[in-house]
């Protein structure tokens, strides 16, 4: 079965403080990883999506990085405006339909 | 562009009522649709999911069922709401793509 680890569960930063946000996974064959961004109340906005090892995506200030075994989102010099619940998801061939979610980083940037 | 949306945007049923929720989507056709629900600080659970008109995918034993009646319309109901259904309920469709986008989401509290 898939599974998708997002550490840490929380993180506080400084307006301009970066710093970086794992997603460990396993699954038995990779089609995609995807990344969203989940305001409270709303529903996740699509953010990225990276297909094989060594793949990068950027917007704006965040950039997605992959490996075999984890993909971190990298937020720079992050802005209030960047507060949010950050979700990570592995879509796999053993499940063609469906994707996997992490539980979530809540990352909260203070001015 | 494509757009999908959700009614009601919140909603609170006494328990043993029962529950429509509704999703529509646009600009699309043919898509695979998907209802999640999200319970406070937690991930997202896949409840349902549907790759076309009648066919409907059932994740999680309960009292919910899924109806798709039109090509981008899918329904979520209860014959008779518990205090546990209360939680965020999210829908989504996957197009030409892997990734999913998500609706505004309903919340629904149950009394």
């Known amino acids: 079965e898939d599974q998708v680890t997002q550490s840490p569960e929380a993180l506080r930063l400084q307006e301009g403080e970066s710093s970086s946000l794992n997603c460990s996974y396993t699954v038995s064959g990779l089609r995609g990883l995807f990344w969203y961004r989940q305001d409270p109340g709303k529903g996740p906005e699509f953010l990225f999506t990276l297909y094989s090892a060594g793949e990068e995506k950027e917007k704006e200030r965040l950039k997605a990085t992959l490996t075999k075994k984890e993909s971190f989102l990298h937020i720079t010099a992050p802005k209030p405006e960047d507060s949010a619940t950050y979700l990570c998801a592995v879509h796999s061939w053993a499940n063609d339909y469906k994707l996997s979610f992490g539980a979530g980083t809540t990352v909260t940037v203070r001015a | 562009s494509q757009t999908i949306h959700q009614w009601p945007a919140t909603l609170v049923q006494p328990v043993g009522s029962p529950l429509s929720l509704e999703c529509t989507v646009e600009g699309t056709s043919n898509p695979n649709l998907y209802w999640y629900r999200q319970a406070a600080g937690r991930g997202l659970q896949l409840l349902f999911y549907?790759?076309?008109?009648?066919?409907i995918s059932s994740e999680v034993p309960q009292n919910l069922s899924a109806s798709r009646p039109q090509d981008r319309q899918f329904i979520l109901s209860s014959k008779k709401l518990l205090l546990s259904d209360s939680g965020f309920y999210l829908c989504?469709?996957?197009?030409?793509?892997?990734?999913?986008?998500f609706g505004p989401g309903t919340r629904l509290t149950v009394t």
């Open positions: 549907s790759v076309g008109i009648g066919q």
């Open positions: 989504a469709f996957r197009d030409r793509g892997y990734e999913q986008y």
